[in-house]
Structure formats: C-alpha cells, structure tokens
C-alpha cells in the first residue's frame, strides 16, 4: 500500500534526523551527547501533550493516591529525559560499545548463567523499562548466544538501523513476523532470546494478565514454547543509575508446579513474570513507558 506524500515526507524527515543524530553523537565524547540527549528528552516532553496525558492516566490508575499530582509529572518527565539518554547510548553502539560496556554493572548473573547452562535454551523476560536495547548487547558481550524478537518499525530505513545496529553488537534479529521456527531453532542450539511482555498487540498470541492488578492483553507465545520446551523463562532489566552509568538486574529463573496442561502452565508461568517485572518498574519508576496504551485492549464479557 503506497504513503500518502504528506506521510513519505515526514519519515523520510525522520530517518534524515535519525541519521544527523547517529552522526553527531558519535563524534561528540559520550558526557556531551548525553547531556544532549537529556535535553533533548526534556524537550520532547513539553512538546508531547498527549504523551504527558496518557502517562498521567496510567500512573494515576496503578498508583491511585499514593503518587501527588507532582510526583506523577515528575515521574513523567523524568522517563522523557532518561530515554533521551538511553537512545544515545543506543545510537553510538557500532563505534563506542566498549566505552558504554564499562559503564555496566550486573546484579544476579548467576541466574541467567544456571538456566543457560543447561542447554536447552532461555527466555530473557522484560519490558520496556531502562534500556533495553543496551540489555541485550551487553549479555551477548558476555559471550552468549543472544536473539531478540522485535516488531519491525513502520519505516524500512530505520528498521534497516535498528537491525544493523543490533547485529553489530553480536545479536541475532528476529521480527514478530518471522516464522516460528527460527525461535525454536535459536532455542534448540541452547541459546538466548529476548522478549517484551509489557505490550498490548494483537500481532502475538496473548492473554489478558493482571499487570499492576488490571487485566491487561499480555504476550504469552514465550511461556507456551518455554512449558512445550523446557526453555527457562529469567526476568531481566537493564535500568540507568548516577553518573551515566547502568545495573543490569537479573532475577531468579520463574519456577512453578506444573500441571500438565499446556495453557494453564503458560498462563501461570507469564502471570510470574509480569510480576517480576512489575516489582523492577515499582523500584525504578521513571524508566518505564507510560505513555504506553498498555490497557488499551479490554477483555470481551
């Protein structure tokens, strides 16, 4: 289906952005393109309206009360410029990973090294919170054997970057719309695959999941192949702290009773990991996308 004029313009203007940004930022040292990409966040977010509204919504449904109308919009605001930041770690990974390398520290390796060990292939749980991008680089620097799954972007160009940009840091792309098998594949040779759980699309096979205590339409191909498998499903996160510097977080492998019934296996097993996962965005707030239409899918009566 061809782009209306007005459509082909505008991303075509957005990739020429996407292009001077990749260019400057990786000419400039690594302190001045985030002091850069923080203003640029913080930009964005007095330019966004509706953005601010629907992260007010959704930080007012999960959180009531409890947060002041300030604290929301802090939190709010705070998201824009971390992710600005984020992006142009992002965007000078093909020349200066080494530097964004040494900034990392992780916290619980251990888990993700007993599940992949046994050989039979792991899930990488997460969500859109810190830099997830940067998570999967970083552990495929580590030696392992990492794919992500990703839905491919609207424009062909930019999808073009995000997938050289990924395999030049070691990982191994694969788009929502690939057939199955290259998962289980990938899987199989024992290795490690990164999914986000916290979207609502009807593209995946999902099931609605309380997230925050409201149901919520949640992927749950993952935990379907890791019950069929025997793949281990390890909730992961890589989050921004002081200094420009990054904590990759890795939680204990999700373990449960098992029933023998594959959906029920695979409901209880993806409810576990929306809870890890609701636990690392409780603890770092400002990092996870809540100008996202999480809820926007509802359960039919």
């Known amino acids: 289906m061809a782009l209306r004029p007005g459509k ?4 075509s203007s957005v990739y020429l952005l996407t292009i001077s940004l990749i260019w400057l930022f990786n000419v400039l040292p690594r302190k001045a393109s985030i002091a850069i990409g923080g203003a640029l966040g913080k930009l964005a977010w007095r330019m966004l309206k509706r ?20 604290q929301r919009e802090e939190i709010c605001r705070s998201f824009f410029i971390n992710s600005g930041r984020n992006l142009v770690d992002v965007l000078r990974f093909k020349r200066h990973f080494d530097e964004i390398k040494a900034s990392v520290t992780v916290e619980g390796i251990e888990h993700f090294d007993a599940a992949y060990r046994r050989g039979k292939g792991m899930f990488g749980v997460t969500g859109h919170l810190g830099n997830f991008e940067l998570l999967a680089a970083y552990v495929s620097s580590l030696g392992y054997k990492i794919a992500v799954i990703g839905r491919e972007m609207y424009d062909r160009r930019l999808d073009a970057l995000l997938v050289s940009n990924r395999e030049a840091v070691g990982l191994v792309n ?17 290795g490690a695959i990164g999914v986000l759980i916290d979207i609502d699309s009807m593209r995946v096979r999902s099931a609605f999941v309380p997230f925050f205590g409201v149901p919520a339409n949640t992927p749950i191909g993952q935990s379907v192949i890791a ?29 449960f009773d098992r029933t023998g019934d594959v959906e029920k296996d695979a409901f209880t097993a993806t409810v576990l990991c929306t809870r890890a996962l609701e636990e690392m965005i409780d603890r770092y707030r400002d990092q996870w996308i809540w100008i996202h239409t999480r809820w926007n899918t509802r359960p039919t009566k």
Not at 227 to 236: E, H, M
């Open 51 to 70: 953005d601010r509204r629907r992260a007010d919504e959704n930080l007012l449904r999960v959180y009531g009360e409890k947060l002041t109308e300030v």
């Open 8 to 11: 082909k313009i505008k991303n």
């Open 174 to 190: 694969i788009a929502t719309t690939d057939s199955p098998k290259r998962i289980i594949e990938h899987l199989r040779k024992g």
């Open 227 to 255: 019950v069929k498998t025997g793949a281990a499903l390890v909730p992961i996160a890589c989050v921004r702290e002081s200094e420009n510097r990054y904590k990759v977080i890795v939680k204990p492998e999700i373990l």
